[in-house]
């Protein structure tokens, strides 16, 4: 049996910036004045930036060289014509249109797709993009099988869509879905895969239904190497060929590049066919900017050409995966239980498992988030009844779960910063029984985990 042996970061680092390093007390005063939330705390004020994957990657030398070399024509630029056929050799696709990033994506097909009472089913639509759904009127509907919804439950593929709810959604609904969708990996239910036989069974339910099946592909290599590793008849398969299969496997997709793009900014619609594009295109116009720079400089279009190419190197994906792993599992010796199996872009913590004394109104995933940072200046995110719990006459409705997701930066940490990080963990679990929760003091109407404000309950 081979030795297990530690993380090898398959790339150099030549260039480093310092982090910052707070007391305590320092923490506190700064958490204070940001209302008790970490998305209004300054980087400078952050050791450990967990709070997201998105746009946070550090850039390879062939990404840095390539934006020296980017045409800034205002139209027709040799710089997306390089970035076009990157799409489109990868997807499948002929039609490309950027965007400055995935939620402008998200705006510019569901505005022109969706009106008031239309449903759109999905495993589980992320913060979002169920937001942009619900504010012109539509309805978020998630479908993903009950494995998902289970932390424990150590189902290799929790992200998948469950078929027969879809079957009987798309059969009652048909009339009322201008798409369905699946977003891969699933983020909302704890950065969980999709088997390439779920999609596979997706696409045929919604194609016999006639309804247009639009991928979320944010984090479209993670899944396919996924795939890769624990869907048995695909492992002599590179992971190119199972992206490109799960490509073929729906109409169009949209994408946030700042995850798998591996690029600080940037997103693209790609659709098979032209039925949307002028109307699409017409959107654009209006709101990003001329459709071949959809909203960003040529630069960002050439980094980002690159970065769908070395996205897909497995001694990365290989590596990258493990890094997620290598956390969860230790979290969990010294006592913090996490969605199983971890996924691939982030950790999440089971913040209802953790601390079970503080109800879902006093929001256990905001007061372990808060703790973390206050403990060891991390600043992760709250995935629970923050992000996703309601009012409905009056009466608080928690989520399903309660979770705290430590997103990772791609290639920006090294083994040495996790194991500092773990190392602490152990005094944090000693003292787990004396947090009380916090009381939300103010929110907006949309996506109010971004600017809600709190006060922590002693």
Aim: aromatic content about 10%; proline content about 4%; glycine content about 10%.
């Amino acid at each position: 049996m081979e030795r297990k042996r530690c993380i090898f970061e398959p790339f150099k680092i030549k260039v480093v910036e310092p982090l910052a390093i707070k007391t305590r007390g320092q923490r506190e005063e700064i958490l204070r004045k940001a209302g008790g939330n970490l998305f209004l705390v300054a980087a400078e004020d952050v050791t450990f930036d967990f709070l997201t994957d998105s746009g946070t990657t550090a850039m390879s030398a062939n990404q840095w060289g390539a934006m020296m070399v980017a045409d800034e024509s205002y139209a027709g630029s040799r710089s997306f014509h390089r970035f076009e056929k990157v799409v489109r050799e990868l997807t499948g696709y002929t039609s490309v249109l950027p965007t400055h990033q995935g939620r402008a994506a998200e705006r510019l097909l569901f505005s022109y797709l969706i009106k008031p009472g239309m449903k759109i089913p999905s495993n589980n639509h992320f913060d979002t993009t169920r937001a942009n759904i619900e504010q012109l009127g539509g309805q978020a509907v998630d479908l993903v099988i009950a494995e998902g919804k289970d932390p424990k439950s150590t189902h290799p593929f929790k992200g998948n869509i469950d078929l027969v709810r879809l079957e009987s959604f798309c059969r009652e609904n048909v009339g009322k879905i201008p798409c369905g969708m699946i977003t891969i990996t699933n983020n909302t239910g704890g950065g969980q895969p999709v088997s390439l036989e779920n999609m596979r069974g997706t696409a045929e339910v919604y194609h016999r239904y006639g309804i247009p099946f639009i991928m979320d592909v944010c984090r479209f290599a993670e899944n396919s190497y996924f795939i890769k590793e624990r869907e048995e008849s695909l492992s002599g398969r590179s992971v190119r060929e199972i992206a490109q299969e799960t490509f073929s496997l729906a109409d169009g997709c949209m994408m946030s590049a700042k995850k798998d793009g591996l690029v600080n900014i940037g997103g693209f619609i790609a659709l098979k066919d032209t039925r949307w594009v002028d109307g699409l295109r017409n959107l654009l116009i209006l709101t990003e900017g001329f459709p071949t720079y959809g909203g960003l400089a040529a630069r960002d279009l050439e980094a980002l050409a690159v970065g769908l190419e070395e996205v897909l190197d497995e001694s990365y994906l290989s590596y990258r995966i493990a890094v997620s792993r290598y956390l969860g599992e230790g979290l969990n010796r010294v006592g913090i239980p996490t969605v199983q199996p971890a996924g691939g872009h982030a950790v999440y913590i089971d913040a209802k498992a953790f601390l079970p004394h503080i109800e879902p109104e006093k929001f256990p995933g905001q007061a372990l988030v808060c703790e973390l940072y206050l403990a060891e200046g991390i600043r992760s995110c709250e995935i629970g009844s923050v992000m996703f719990g309601k009012k409905t006459e009056g009466k608080f409705i928690p989520s399903n779960m309660e979770l705290v997701r430590l997103a990772i930066p791609r290639r920006v940490y090294t083994q040495s910063h996790f194991d500092y990080i773990l190392e602490g963990m152990e005094e944090l679990v000693a003292r787990k029984d004396s947090l009380r929760g916090v009381r939300m003091t103010y929110e907006p109407p949309f996506l109010r985990h971004f600017t809600a404000r709190f006060e922590m309950l002693h």
